[in-house]
């Protein structure tokens, strides 16, 4: 059965520092992936989308960016924090691009 | 474009009592529709799709779903909730990477 792990699970870091979250799926080949944040008391953002290895597909503007390296490995990056990174950021993937499935979650906190 | 709108913020429930959570939608086509739950600090567990046939889906944990195109709404039931069951409910429509979520409705299960 397929499993997807995020980590870590949670991170505090101060504004300007740098970021790197991680996600990895088991158990399927070449899957759509996916990065989320959710603020406190909203609804899912979609950040990026990979189609495949090297492939990225931005939905907002900001200062982070996201790479595939590989099939199924997906990092999510940022050079400088700010304090409005702070959320909770979930990977999902999915095969055909229908239901997505989502990892346990990254809680970040900018200080 | 498409949207989903969750009339309801937050819901309590005795448990034992039933359930049910509202979505609507709006979409071009017959639209794919998608129920998750999520417990504080957790991913998202998919419960139930729609994508076509049958109105009403039957999902996991007990759930069901029926799809009204007239009413463009996709609401969630369940006919006894468990103490359990308290946890925030997303609707979602489309399919990924343009999947559109609802802003979720927060359950909270009286004993």
């Known amino acids: 059965s397929q499993t997807i792990h995020q980590w870590p699970a949670t991170l505090v870091q101060p504004v300007g520092s740098p970021l790197s979250l991680e996600c990895t799926v088991e158990g399927t080949s070449n899957p759509n992936l996916y990065w989320y944040r959710q603020a406190a008391g909203r609804g899912l953002q979609l950040l990026f989308y990979?189609?495949?290895?090297?492939?990225i597909s931005s939905e907002v503007p900001q200062n982070l960016s996201a790479s595939r390296p590989q099939d199924r490995q997906f990092i999510l990056s940022s050079k400088k924090l700010l304090l409005s990174d702070s959320g909770f950021y979930l990977c999902?993937?999915?095969?055909?691009?229908?239901?997505?499935?989502f990892g346990p979650g990254t809680r970040l906190t900018v200080t | 474009a498409q949207s989903v709108t969750q009339p309801d913020i937050h819901i309590t429930v005795s448990e034992g009592a039933s359930l049910e959570l509202r979505c609507n939608y709006s979409y071009g086509a017959t639209p794919y529709l998608f129920w998750y739950v999520q417990s504080p600090g957790q991913g998202l567990q998919l419960l139930l799709k729609y994508f076509s046939g049958d109105t009403l889906v039957q999902g996991i944990k007990g759930f069901e779903a029926e799809f009204k195109r007239s009413q463009s709404s996709f609401n969630l039931r369940k006919p006894s909730v468990h103490w359990s069951d308290a946890a925030e409910y997303f609707c979602a429509v489309g399919a990924a990477p343009d999947m559109r979520f609802g802003a979720g409705t927060r359950l909270t299960v009286k004993p």
């Open positions: 999902a993937w999915s095969v055909g691009g229908f239901e997505q499935y």
């Open positions: 990979s189609v495949g290895i090297g492939q």
